[in-house]
């Protein structure tokens, strides 16, 4: 009796497993939930599909050809004082918002932004760099879209045509190549990032957050508008941001390659904001690090003065310590910030080249430490 009853109960648990494993694996469920997909972390990204489109022309952004980037009403093109450093990828910024809709000022950090609103990035190559509108190849255009539960990063990736873009979950490689501004070819493979590595630039504690648009690099004039005003002058006039009456002295960040914006110290923490800050702050990514970039840290050992990493061993290439002052060729910084090994290389994602023209302004801010 007892060994009939217990076959009979393995039997009913098995049916109910076989059960469920098939509900779970239905083709509905398939279709909303994307394999490629498989976030780690804490907070999860939302899966919902209403904000999401297979193409990125569905959106309706831009007007047609889709690859000349021109805006329809409701998107805001807008530039920052300093870009991340994407192996040398030009960008165009665009902001979308619902009808009736503001971005919101606030002193420090991103804008605050209303649900529905997006943030439209797009990445592309001109066959020359001398002519930087003509010949142009675009590699991806990233979204961030406010929802209900917060912001969703998706991606669209650009086809050969050039005629729309279409999303990604998995990221990939594109070759790409070019001629620099002195005329020398250039040839890379391209990284696109996939939906986990976008997330995890974009993490602040347990939310995923825009890095770019604040007040201080949004504080400019864009010479691709037409009328070249400030940029936030411009929002205002347009009816989609309120500025503050005090707004001819608000917050504006150094632009890291003009030395007529600010000392060579200024100019190297705006770079660091811009490139290694979004995981390098006490809510990011690398917190546990200890070291600490964005522009307003005063704490020069949080910075990296004769800090030593927490965890020694590859990354940081058999030195002692992140910035040694007057020794660039002695910092790990530096180390990490030419290296293009994937498990080394600073940032970790998001290119493949070093930024020669960064680490030159990096080194010697370094060697004017030792002044200090």
């Known amino acids: 009796?007892?060994?009939?009853?217990?076959?009979?109960?393995?039997?009913?648990?098995?049916?109910?497993?076989?059960?469920?494993?098939?509900?779970?694996?239905?083709?509905?469920?398939?279709?909303?939930?994307?394999?490629?997909?498989?976030?780690?972390?804490?907070?999860?990204?939302?899966?919902?599909?209403?904000?999401?489109?297979?193409?990125?022309?569905?959106y309706n952004f831009f007007k047609k050809p889709l690859s000349d980037l021109q805006p329809k009403k409701g998107v805001f093109a807008y530039d920052l004082n300093n870009a991340l450093f994407t192996d040398y990828a030009f960008k165009k910024r665009f902001i979308f918002l619902p009808d009736g809709k503001k971005m919101t000022y606030q002193n420090e950090g991103v804008l605050d932004f209303e649900i529905g609103s997006i943030l439209?990035?797009?990445?592309?190559?001109?066959?020359?760099?001398?002519?930087?509108?003509?010949?142009i190849k675009i590699i991806e255009t990233r979204l961030l879209i406010k929802e209900v539960d917060g912001w969703k990063p998706l991606n669209y990736v650009w086809n050969e045509s050039q005629s729309d873009a279409k999303l990604n979950y998995v990221g990939g490689e594109v070759p790409v190549s070019w001629k620099n501004e002195n005329q020398v070819h250039k040839s890379i493979s391209?990284?696109?990032?996939?939906?986990?590595?976008?997330?995890?630039?974009?993490?602040?504690?347990?939310?995923?957050?825009?890095?770019?648009?604040?007040?201080?690099?949004?504080?400019?004039?864009?010479?691709?508008?037409?009328?070249?005003q400030n940029q936030l002058e411009r929002f205002q006039n347009l009816g989609i941001l309120d500025l503050p009456d005090s707004h001819p002295s608000l917050p504006k960040l150094p632009i890291w390659d003009d030395p007529k914006t600010g000392s060579i110290k200024l100019r190297a923490n705006a770079y660091l904001d811009a490139n290694c800050a979004h995981c390098h702050r006490e809510q990011g990514s690398a917190k546990n690090s200890g070291l600490y970039l964005t522009y307003n840290e005063t704490n020069m050992r949080r910075r990296g003065v004769f800090k030593p990493p927490v965890a020694a061993g590859k990354g940081s290439g058999n030195l002692e310590y992140s910035i040694v002052p007057g020794n660039p060729e002695e910092s790990i910084l530096i180390y990490r910030m030419k290296n293009n090994d994937p498990a080394i290389r600073m940032p970790e994602i998001g290119r493949v080249s070093a930024h020669k023209e960064g680490i030159a302004l990096i080194e010697q801010y370094i060697r004017s430490l030792a002044d200090h």
Request: net charge positive.
């Open 190 to 228: 391209y990284g696109i990032p996939n939906l986990n590595e976008c997330k995890n630039c974009h993490f602040k504690g347990s939310e995923i957050t825009p890095i770019g648009p604040t007040v201080a690099q949004l504080n400019k004039k864009y010479s691709a508008i037409k009328s070249a």
């Open 1 to 58: 009796m007892t060994k009939g009853l217990t076959t009979h109960l393995f039997k009913i648990l098995f049916c109910l497993g076989a059960l469920a494993f098939s509900l779970g694996c239905s083709s509905d469920s398939k279709k909303q939930i994307p394999k490629a997909i498989k976030v780690s972390s804490k907070k999860r990204i939302s899966n919902s599909k209403l904000s999401e489109k297979e193409w990125l022309s569905e």
């Open 120 to 135: 439209i990035k797009n990445f592309y190559y001109p066959k020359d760099f001398n002519k930087p509108m003509d010949e």
